[in-house]
């Protein structure tokens, strides 16, 4: 499992869900299966739990539980899942919004500029579009918002045009490729940074996260039965951005209620032992019986 992905917010997030050994419970994104396996730990013979991952890698890595209900598909379908599983409701959800190290650091996926390999940054590999179908088919005006609102660079015209002018000299077919495109606009002694930003605006578009997590909320709200937590972990402003607004007016409407006044974050000495943890916070509601 640490080979695959550490797990972020392991305890908080697994404790918040307040597992019943006999309960049914969803890993919307399964991933390196850190979170299915300590939610596993805590559960009876009777107890089930429905691990969702869209990733044909991920879910190569899941134990062998007959407790454990393997699903490829994307979160956003948790509903029908839940019921194709045998349940109306169930007992706790956990989503952890960030992208697995086996991801970043498989160079062939092509998700960090670290690797000279194909741009990619599919989660699905039956997904059609790629990164590499964005920068060189995108129109200039669509890439400036891409980045923009995705990456939240200030400089996200000059950005788009510098691309738009590689490509039209010849195909942005790699990491390398585009790096050395953008490479103008790179701030001295932050060009990690930057590319960082690039290259999270393209995984979000590829893989449409934002409108797969507003779909997932309302769907997740839906699936709990009376009590039942929802515990989300996010890493950008973007998408906890949906998730607050999610909660805030499922609890406006009386059927969630806020178990986390503020997002809990990773302590320092779990950002020193995984640098992917620091931007983490975790949100959790619970289900009221109002929502039944």
């Not at 930003?197 to 779909?215: F, G, H, P, S, T």
């Not at 996010?234 to 999610?246: C, F, G, M």
Request: hydrophobic share 40%; proline share 3%.
């Amino acid at each position: 499992m640490s080979e695959y992905h550490t797990p972020v917010l392991l305890k908080e997030s697994v404790s918040a869900l307040c597992i019943k050994p006999s309960g049914v419970y969803v890993d919307a994104t399964f991933g390196g299966g850190g979170h299915s396996r300590a939610i596993l730990e805590q559960l009876s013979p009777d107890g089930r739990l429905i691990a969702i991952d869209q990733d044909s890698d991920a879910l190569a890595n899941a134990p062998d539980d007959s407790r454990l209900i393997p699903v490829r598909s994307n979160f956003r379908f948790i509903h029908n899942w839940i019921r194709h599983s045998g349940f109306d409701k169930v007992d706790g959800i956990l989503a952890d919004l960030g992208v697995s190290s086996h991801q970043f650091d498989t160079a062939g996926r092509g998700f960090s500029f670290r690797f000279d390999s194909e741009l990619d940054m599919r989660m699905s590999d039956a997904a059609s579009k790629t990164a590499k179908d964005v920068v060189n088919n995108y129109s200039e005006e669509a890439l400036e918002k891409i980045l923009r609102e995705y990456g939240e660079l200030a400089n996200s015209r000059f950005a788009a045009r510098l691309i738009c002018e590689r490509r039209a000299q010849a195909p942005i077919n790699t990491t390398t490729d585009l790096s050395a495109a953008l490479e103008k606009v790179l701030p001295k002694f932050a060009e990690h940074k930057y590319l960082a930003k690039v290259y999270q605006a393209l995984r979000i578009e590829v893989n449409d996260e934002m409108l797969a997590l507003e779909r997932f909320m309302p769907m997740a709200v839906k699936s709990l039965a009376e009590g039942g937590r929802l515990a989300v972990i996010t890493y950008h402003s973007l998408e906890d951005r949906i998730v607050k607004n999610a909660l805030r007016d499922a609890v406006r409407e009386g059927t969630m209620e806020k178990v986390t006044a503020k997002p809990v974050l990773p302590g320092e000495e779990e950002i020193a032992g995984n640098t992917r943890a620091r931007s983490a916070k975790l949100r959790v509601a619970a289900r009221t019986m109002k929502g039944k």
